[in-house]
Structures are given as structure tokens and as C-alpha cells.
């Protein structure tokens, strides 16, 4: 069996969808908590999203961010992040990635990141 290549810059099917280079936010290491979702945090907007992150993340220019991303996605029910923060449930995660996420960031607020990046 033989396969052969051909490339040639002039040569496009098509213009490649700029979503295909998003990128997503998981709850790994500081990239939730005390990162982009801080609320006592001196940037904080009113949802304790910070907006020195937003800042950074926007010079990036990331045409979509998904929240929940990652792996911590596989474990994650929409359903726990809205509503009171107090009512939200603790829940452990697959293992390395967050021991006991508390779901204090809402499903709403880092959809709004998203929508704020893209300003």
C-alpha cells in the first residue's frame, strides 16, 4: 500500500471555521478558583468573575470559550451551578482535577465570560 500527500498554498477547499480554535475553561489547578472566578478579588465584576483575566484572555483573541471544559466535563450536571450559591452542592470530581468543587462559580457567570471576551 502506497499513500501519497499533496500540499500547495494556492490550493483551499474551504476557510477553516475560526470556533475550531476556542478554547474552554476546567477546573484544573487555579483556572476556576482564585483564577478567572475570584469575587473578593480587586477586579471582580458583580458575578466574581475577574476582569484583569478578561482582559488577558481577550488580547488572545479566542473566538468561543466553553465552560465547563476538559475532562471535568464528563462529571458535570448544569444543573449544580445555577440557582443560590448557597444551595448548589459540593461534589468531588475525577481525581487530580478538583478534589471538592463547590460550584460557587455558576453556570451563567462563565457563560458571560465568554460573551464578555468577545466585546
Same mark, same amino acid.
Given at each position: 500500500?502506497?499513500?501519497?500527500?499533496?500540499?500547495?498554498?494556492?490550493?483551499?477547499?474551504?476557510?477553516?471555521?475560526?470556533?475550531?480554535?476556542?478554547?474552554?475553561?476546567?477546573?484544573?489547578?487555579?483556572?476556576?478558583?482564585?483564577?478567572?472566578?475570584?469575587?473578593?478579588?480587586?477586579?471582580?465584576?458583580?458575578?466574581?468573575?475577574?476582569?484583569?483575566?478578561?482582559?488577558?484572555?481577550?488580547?488572545?483573541?479566542?473566538?468561543?470559550?466553553?465552560?465547563?471544559?476538559?475532562?471535568?466535563?464528563?462529571?458535570?450536571?448544569?444543573?449544580?451551578?445555577?440557582?443560590?450559591?448557597?444551595?448548589?452542592?459540593?461534589?468531588?470530581?475525577?481525581?487530580?482535577?478538583?478534589?471538592?468543587?463547590?460550584? /460557587?462559580? /455558576?453556570?451563567?457567570?462563565?457563560?458571560?465570560?465568554?460573551?464578555?471576551?468577545?466585546?
Amino acid at each position: 500500500m502506497k499513500a501519497a500527500v499533496t500540499a500547495h498554498s494556492k490550493y483551499t477547499i474551504s476557510d477553516i471555521d475560526p470556533r475550531l480554535y476556542g478554547s474552554f475553561i476546567e477546573h484544573l489547578g487555579r483556572a476556576v478558583y482564585t483564577g478567572i472566578y475570584e469575587p473578593d478579588h480587586a477586579t471582580a465584576d458583580e458575578n466574581g468573575m475577574r476582569r484583569d483575566v478578561i482582559d488577558l484572555v481577550r488580547e488572545l483573541n479566542v473566538p468561543i470559550v466553553r465552560y465547563p471544559g476538559g475532562n471535568f466535563v464528563s462529571a458535570y450536571n448544569w444543573e449544580d451551578g445555577i440557582g443560590p450559591k448557597e444551595d448548589r452542592p459540593t461534589r468531588s470530581t475525577l481525581p487530580g482535577i478538583h478534589p471538592k468543587a463547590t460550584r /460557587s462559580a /455558576s453556570t451563567n457567570s462563565p457563560s458571560g465570560v465568554s460573551r464578555q471576551i468577545r466585546r
